[in-house]
């Protein structure tokens, strides 16, 4: 339970990073994913959790 609250709170940070650093540049990247297709979103979707499931198993061998 604790690596989910973890892992929670590492995507909140990053997130907030970004809404705090570049709210303009946020407004162009989300008209940017507006103008994906679905499938395009989708595959994007796919890509970052083959990622994101890469990395937890890489920490998780290396012993974090």
Do not use: H, K
């Not at 570049?22 to 959790?49: F, H, K, N, T, Y």
């Amino acid at each position: 339970m604790g690596w989910i609250a973890l892992g929670l709170g590492l995507v909140l940070v990053i997130e907030g990073l970004v809404f705090a650093l570049a709210p303009s540049r946020l407004d162009g990247i989300v008209a940017m994913m507006a103008a994906l297709s679905p499938e395009q979103r989708r595959l994007i979707g796919l890509i970052a959790i083959t990622l994101g499931v890469g990395l937890v198993w890489l920490g998780r061998s290396l012993g974090v």
